[in-house]
């Protein structure tokens, strides 16, 4: 079984509708992070969350939210999606305890705003 | 300045070639360099660490020169199976945040 897991694979949605996007892990990390990647523009940073009761912004948040429910759980809401937040999500995982806080990512959840 | 800036290519390669990517990054006090593997529609995975002492692994040589703020990738014999998008990884500080490059295509053809 994978160690990262993200949900759903797929996701095609209309503009103005809440989604939200869930990724689990078995590895154990107290560290998660959710990226967006957009051909030409690279990975860029959403939110990332250092434990349960850590939650910090990143490069490009707004319109976007996270919950950090458990250790293993991190999942990014878009309230009111709009086209633009078309793209490729990943969310990841890291051990600051490991070598240089080497990032384990999910499969990625492509999602398409009509 | 873009805080780490590759060559997107496409690299176009015949197998057993060698061929060296390069990127460089801004920001001095970087501490840690990574060369991530992402692969058509799939997710990055780390291929390997960098240190300043520059290190190898089997035909993958990665090299740092903090001075110059750049990073290296040599491929040496490329095989068909390393056609992928590499992409240049800076972790800026201690937050564990890494910064990265826009990636170089890398096609390896028969």
């Known amino acids: 079984d994978a160690d990262v897991t993200q949900t759903p694979r797929n996701r095609i949605t209309k503009t103005g509708k809440r989604i939200m996007l869930e990724c689990s892990q078995t590895?154990?990390?107290?560290?998660m992070y959710w990226y967006r990647q957009d051909p030409g523009l690279g990975l860029r940073l959403i939110y990332y969350?250092?434990?349960?009761?850590?939650?910090n912004k990143g490069e490009i948040s707004d319109g976007y939210s996270v919950s950090r429910q458990a250790q293993a759980k991190f999942s990014l809401s878009l309230e009111s999606a709009i086209p633009n937040q078309t793209a490729l999500y990943f969310c990841?995982?890291?051990?600051?305890?490991?070598?240089?806080?080497?990032?384990?990512f999910g499969p990625g959840t492509r999602l398409t705003v009509l | 300045r873009k805080e780490v800036e590759q060559d997107p290519g496409p690299f176009n390669v015949p197998e057993g070639a060698t061929v060296a990517f390069n990127c460089t990054y801004s920001?001095?006090?970087?501490?840690?360099f990574f060369w991530y593997r992402q692969d058509c529609r799939k997710e990055p995975k780390l291929l390997m660490s960098?240190?300043?002492s520059g290190n190898e692994d089997g035909r993958f040589t990665a090299q740092l020169n903090r001075a110059s703020q750049y990073i290296s990738l040599l491929i040496r014999d490329s095989k068909l199976s390393d056609s992928a998008t590499y992409l240049c990884?800076?972790?800026?500080?201690?937050?564990?945040?890494?910064?990265f490059g826009k990636g170089t295509k890398l096609s390896v053809k028969p």
């Open positions: 990884v800076v972790n800026v500080g201690s937050q564990g945040n890494l910064i």
């Open positions: 969350s250092f434990d349960v009761k850590d939650i």
């Open positions: 960098v240190y300043s």
């Open positions: 920001n001095s006090a970087s501490q840690s």
């Open positions: 990841a995982t890291s051990d600051p305890s490991g070598v240089g806080d080497t990032q384990y």
């Open positions: 590895k154990g990390h107290d560290r």
